[in-house]
Each structure stands twice: as C-alpha cells, then as structure tokens.
C-alpha cells in the first residue's frame, strides 16, 4: 500500500514517529548534561581533576578563584579515574577543589580571510595591537590528512625565488621539504626571502619556540611587505609546551582553510624540533616514558599527523617548508631522522658555508628534492646534474686545489669545475634583497651548463643553453676578495 491510499490517520501517526525518533537521535547526540570535576591535584605543568567525564582533546574551562578569569585547558590523558588537564594559558587562581567543566569541544580557532597581514598567537589571539579578526568561521585545530588516493600527483613547480633552489632543489606545488639548519645559519632569512617571491597565493608562517626579540625582527626584516599576503603565528619559547604544540597545529588548520578555497598555500614552519620539543614536555608530564634521546613514542606519533596534512588535496595545495635544527651538524639526531622520512626531500644549510659568508648557505650536493624530474624540463634536469657534477669534483680534490698542489689537466671534469667555479659562485649566492625568478634561475644554470662542454669536450648540447655569456679564459686566482672561494691556481 502507498501512502496516498494508506488511511489519513495511519499517516499522520506514522509522521509524528519518524519526527519522535529523530527528535530522540539529535537528543542523543547532543551533549546537554553538564559534566563537571574538581582539580586535585597540580603537580608540575599538569591538572588533575576527579569526576570530570571529558575526552582527549577537550577543552575543559577551569574556573578562576578570586577574581581570575577561566582557564582553558586540554584533557591530555587519564590517570585511573583521574583527567590530566593541561592549562592553555597561565595557571593562576586554579586551586584545590576548583571546578571544571567540560565544553564539548575540541580546541579550534577563528579562520577567514581578515586573518591575512594579522600576526598572532598560537591561540589564535592577535599580537599586532589590531582588534581581534571576527570574520570567517570556528575550525579545529586537529584534521586528518587529504585522502592519499585523492591526493593529485605533483607537477608544477612553485617557485621560491631563490636560484639555487628553484633550479638545483626545486620544489613543487604541494610538495613538502624540510630545512636542516644549526642556528644561526640563515633559515629565518631564507624564510623571509622565499615569502617575499614565491608564487604561491597566501603564506602561513608558524614560529614556534622562537625567542621573543626574534619574532619583530622577522615580521619587519625578513617577511617586509609579503605580511599582507600572509598569516604569521607565532608561540615565542616562553609560552607553555601545550601553546608551542597548538602554534604548529593552528597554522595548519589556518593552511588548510586557504587550500579549501582553492589556493595554493606556502606553510613555513620555524622550527619542527621545538614543536617535538613541546610534546616532549607534554610527554615526560603525563608520564610517557623517554624513548631515543629522551623524546617520547607521542613525539614520533605526532610528527606525521602534523606533516602529512600539507601536500595537495583535491582543491589547492600546501606546499611545506619544515625546518629542522641540527645543531652540531648531527644529521642524524631522531627528530632530523624522522622528519626526513616523512618529507619528499631536504635542504641543508652549513655552517661552513655560512662562516664563508656564501649565502643562502645551501648545500646543494647535500640537498635533494625527491620530484626533480616532476617538475623541470629534462634539460634544466640534465643542467644541475652537469652543475652538480663539476661541484661533487671540485669539493673532492678541494684539499689540493687549496694548497696549489691540483695538476691541470689531470681531470677534465676538475678543470672544468676550477674553471666554471666563480660562475657557479655567482649563480649559487644571492644577496636577501636580490629577487629572482625561477626561470631566470633555469637560463643562469643552461648558461654554465653550457660551458661545460667547452672545459671537458662533454656535456649537454650547446643548443639547449643559448646566449652564454663570453667566458673568462680560466678562473682568477682569489687574492682575499671572495672568502667562500678557496685559493685556485691560475690555469692560464
Ligand atoms: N642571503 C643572505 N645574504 C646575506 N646575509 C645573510 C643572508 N642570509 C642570512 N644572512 C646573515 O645571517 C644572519 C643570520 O641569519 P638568520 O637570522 O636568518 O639565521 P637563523 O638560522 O634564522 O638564526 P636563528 O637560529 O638564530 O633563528 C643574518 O643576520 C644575516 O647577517
Ligand atoms: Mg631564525
């Protein structure tokens, strides 16, 4: 029987059941009941509350004693029937028996596009003296990765506008690559330099765990007039662990609401290893036990759930810029180890290279883009290989070149490599205010290409690299003006 020749009564009965259990469901599901606990405990950065029935990952809002506002904190884990809260904020007026009461909610922040030139906390509170954005909509700090079949392969170049980059470690659009640095070597500078030419839509930059002075010196230096097409967040070292950790995942709920429009994205991360360092601290309170070099199994288990949100997605793109501290040029500390597993490829900076003043103090034949046969013709491809060549070369016989004791025309891949050095040189440094595209980088690196042959009789063809420039006879020596280049004999 249809309804239309079902009895009127039977219908109307019927209706009101399915609108009855539809009522119960949303009932259900809705979380009406009040849940509330007290704090027992405060023991180090950690709250203990009894009775308080909230997930992991809930906010929960602590109440104020005498006059103190609320504070927010996150439920971290369980202990028995105790929950270990972590305050988002500063601790004061929490005291014992004080009451605290389940929200609901995950942790999530305002995200529209009024958040672009705005600097702020890892909070999502601004820092810049401007009002509090109040556009857009509340999103989750925490999201799964796009799904990896639904993931487009990457095949366009985004540029970088720094040369040595975009033609010898290229990056594409989508592609994640991480920056292993010492301190002190040029990353905040390189950051600055790539947000102020990439060709990306909006930049999303978290600095996280840097010191205080550091943060206006990169918003006025480094990043200049590329503010207004980005979202700094920022968690200086001072800020709780819990603060730190939410910077890393705040700018990238904030990286994946500019991809969901369909813009192509540049996330900057300063640095992954403070980020692990936070979620040691977190680790070690709650009572994980240290595992390699006193990080925790949750640091290892967060690292991939932070870096495989960037990447592409069906719509837009997150192209990912981690970079990763190695002091003592440890390249195989566990946070570099595991950071660069998860990456599609990484730049070294040196301190040697540094020291000499050759910046952006990239490593090139220590740097590897995992899709630089995706996105560069085979040309440009054929290009670095040839570069790289003559540099692997010239660095091993570096030892005797220095001290004059190279015998010319022993190697014609080395005399080729002593030769092209300077142009290489020029081609590699790149002073902080010098923009470039990435097809000027292409042409420079064809142009030197090109003159291989001309030093080795091999090489790629000439008619692949037009308009070289006239070649000098044989490298200059280097009488004290150019520190990064070591004395060469003059072949002449
Ligand atoms: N391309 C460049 N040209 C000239 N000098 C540069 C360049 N890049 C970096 N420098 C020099 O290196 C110094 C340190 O750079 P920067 O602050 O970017 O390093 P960092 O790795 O971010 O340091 P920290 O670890 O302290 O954050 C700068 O003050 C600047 O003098
Ligand atoms: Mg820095």
């Not at 308009?467 to 520190?483: D, E, F, K, L």
């Amino acid at each position: 029987m249809t309804p239309e020749e079902q009895a009127p009564d039977a219908v109307v009965v019927s209706e009101i059941g399915d609108t009855l259990r539809h009522v119960g469901n949303v009932l259900r599901a809705s979380d009406l009941a009040r849940r509330h606990g007290r704090v027992s405990d405060l023991i180090g950065l950690v709250v203990e509350a009894t009775g308080l029935q909230a997930e992991v990952g809930e906010i929960c809002m602590v109440n104020g004693d005498r006059g103190h506002p609320p504070v927010p904190a996150e439920v971290v884990g369980f202990r028995g029937a105790r929950t270990l809260l972590m305050p988002l904020g500063e601790m004061h007026g929490i005291g014992p028996a004080t009451t605290a009461r389940a929200t609901g909610t995950p942790f999530r922040i305002r995200v529209g596009e009024d958040l672009l030139g705005r600097v702020i906390d890892g909070l999502g509170k601004p820092i810049d003296g401007m009002p509090r954005a109040t556009g857009g909509r509340p999103r989750s700090t925490i999201a799964s990765p796009p799904d990896p079949l639904e993931r487009p392969r990457i095949q366009q170049r985004v540029d970088l506008g720094v040369r040595a980059l975009d033609a010898l470690v290229p990056c594409g659009r989508g592609q994640r690559l991480g920056i292993f640095a010492g301190s002190g070597v040029g990353k905040s500078s390189l950051l600055g330099m790539i947000a102020r030419s990439t060709t990306a839509d909006v930049n999303v930059i978290a600095l996280v765990g840097e010191r205080g002075r550091e943060v206006k010196e990169f918003v006025e230096r480094d990043l200049g007039d590329a503010l207004a097409h980005s979202v700094v967040i920022v968690a200086t070292s001072d800020q709780p662990a819990l603060v730190r950790i939410k910077a890393a995942f705040t700018a990238t709920a904030i990286a994946e609401h500019f991809r969901d429009q369909g813009r192509n994205v540049m996330l900057m991360m300063d640095s992954v290893t403070r980020f692990a360092m936070a979620q040691r601290e977190v680790g070690l309170a709650i009572g994980e036990p240290p595992a390699t070099r006193g990080y925790t199994p949750s640091v290892f288990a967060q690292l991939p759930r932070l870096l495989e949100r960037s990447g592409t997605a069906r719509v837009g793109s997150i192209t990912g810029l981690y970079t990763v501290l190695v002091d003592g040029d440890d390249m195989n500390e566990p946070i570099a180890d595991a950071v660069r597993s998860i990456l599609d490829g990484h730049i070294v900076l040196t301190r040697e290279l540094a020291h000499a003043s050759h910046y952006p103090a990239i490593d090139v034949l220590q740097s590897v883009s995992r899709l630089v046969g995706e996105v560069v013709s085979p040309e440009v491809r054929a290009a670095g290989q040839a570069v790289r060549q003559l540099m692997a070369a010239y660095k091993e016989k570096e030892d005797l070149i220095a001290i004059g004791a190279y015998q010319s025309g022993t190697d014609p891949t080395v005399d080729a490599a002593i030769a092209l050095r300077p142009q290489i040189d020029r081609f590699l440094r790149q002073g902080v205010e010098e923009l470039t595209t990435a097809a000027e980088a292409d042409q420079l690196l064809l142009d030197i290409a090109a003159r291989v042959g001309e030093h080795t009789g091999v090489g790629p063809e000439p008619a692949a690299a037009p308009a070289a420039p006239p070649p000098p006879a044989a490298a200059p020596p280097q009488g004290g003006g150019n520190p990064a280049i070591p004395a060469m004999p003059n072949l002449a």
